[in-house]
């Protein structure tokens, strides 16, 4: 099964190496789900991490392994391979900044693992929060 990662799930991650952590952890070892992301999140992400270490209850080296581990478990997707659905998934995205995911998600039938509530405003696309997830790959 395929699930498209929202930033907001990879910034729990690496706040602390709680549940949203142990999703990554859990199915490293049991391979039941393929976690993709838009390629310009990872960018994102990068420009975060002073910010990221501010709030992180872990150290450097810690979060480093730590991204470094979600880094790997994440295949990365260019925005030139779902684009044309973008269209559709303005229609389904909360937020302007949703639609990526959304476009993502269509683009390769996947579902979407966000806790944000307002992304199950639609029906159009699966949408996994943590909890579920964590039961699904556990």
């Not at 992400?45 to 501010?54: A, V």
């Not at 392994?65 to 994440?74: L, P, Q």
């Not at 030139?80 to 990526?100: G, M, N, S």
Request: glycine fraction near 2%; hydrophobic fraction near 50%; proline fraction near 2%.
């Amino acid at each position: 099964m395929l699930v498209v990662v929202d930033a907001n799930t990879i910034f729990s991650a690496l706040l602390s190496k709680g549940r949203t952590f142990e999703v990554f952890l859990d199915n490293s070892l049991l391979r039941r789900v393929e976690f993709i992301a838009p390629e310009f999140q990872f960018l994102e992400i990068g420009k975060h991490i002073d910010e990221i270490l501010e709030r992180s209850s872990l150290s450097s080296q810690e979060l480093a392994r730590v991204f470094g581990f979600i880094k790997e478990e994440i295949e990365f997707i260019p925005f030139d391979e779902f684009i044309r659905y973008a269209a559709e998934a303005e229609t389904l995205a909360p937020h302007a900044k949703d639609v990526h995911y959304f476009a993502l998600a269509l683009a390769y039938n996947a579902a979407i693992w966000s806790n944000e509530k307002a992304f199950k405003n639609q029906s159009e696309v699966r949408i996994y929060t943590t909890a579920e997830l964590l039961a699904l790959v556990s």
